[in-house]
């Protein structure tokens, strides 16, 4: 066995022991982590270790997703969602499941602003979760759908878990950005449909009807008068992707050589965030302000948020680089020489270990743990190395549906009064399983994702 390997080894023995039987925060475990595949480098250990942290200060996606935090935590501050979600209710409350489509747009929504499973499945479902038992739903079924809804945290873009897979050696040479935010967000509207499909499965079964009388309504010009401005959030992320790629880009890099650099210099996971958070400032200024009381209490509240992911993804982003450095796939292309699995065996494989790894572990730990390893299995297999790293985190956003030890699952139970093991079945059922399979044949070309 090759140092490389050795050390990813060593690194996912970490990342879980720490995690699960110490029951750490997982950044130490990234820390040490790092320290521990640096000194399988010997006298060299120094070296790596400086070269790693240097490449993970110098890698723009580290800013991109502290800027993706700081931009969450002023949605969190604002009255924007609110207003979304009397934007969706005037929508939907007429449907039969009317509720579990909110909860479904809501959940998506903040899969494409904040990016986490458990504070999704917290927000989305305290906003619906009474609201589907009211309307007829289940405790166990609206605590299922809340649960696996949560999913979409990492199953939409940005997310903690696409910042990892963008540091993976074999992603970060071959994929870029742009590419994986695109294709990432087309294959959550994929689970989004699969969504749907439960929901219309719950309709049916349980025999329900519209939670809102017609005439409890308020007019929709109503509605979109009062909050249909908060819908201008989006178009912070709409605008640089316009910029960045498809026909409007092309046409405005043929204008002139200029242009051309100009749009090939924007990168949308700076911008993003950065234009969704002066567009929340600007939509609503004046509660964010009330809210944040103080500039202690700012200070207060966001450092520990920015301390938790920025450190994670710093030791992570060069415990990665230090484990490239040491011929990771030298050493992975020769044990697959031994094994001479065929193309759909080797991914299946792969799938279900991280489907298993992410039932005690988040999606962030999971793609930590197995990923890089993962990865480099696929590519070399033959799999696209951008088919491959959605795959990846398609399955890693089962994290939210996985018993026995999600935290968007026990919060879903928690706002529903639903016990947590009659939910654990209908879960992998409906979800893991499901979700697992999307991602086999989002990778081996079945469904197609754009590149």
Partial sequence: MGPGLAAMIVFIVIIIFWSVKIKRNIGEAMFVGMIAVALFGGAKAPVLLYEGLKYALNYEVL??????????????????????LQILNRMFGRLKGGPAYVNTALSTILGCLSGGNTPNAATSGAFTAQWLIRSGWSKESAATLIAANGGLGAGFPPSSSMFIVLAFPTVAKLVSEGQLYVALFVTGIYQVLWRIIYIYCQIHKQNLQPPVHKEDLQPISKVFHEYGRNALIFLGAIVPVLLTMGPFADWVSTKSENWNDAIGSISILVWIPTLMTLFILLLDWKNIKINLKSRQNFVQELIPEFTSIGGLLLFVFAASNIISNLGLSDDIAQILDILNLSKVLTVLVIFILIAVVAGPLSSTATLTSVGVISHAILVYAGIDPLAAAIGLLIVASTEGASPPASGALFVACSLTGANPPKIFVPLIVWFVVPITLLACFVALGILPIPY
């Fill in 63 to 84: 800013f991109a997703s502290l800027a993706f935090v700081f931009m969450s935590f002023l949605l969190r501050k604002s009255t924007v969602l609110e207003g979304m």
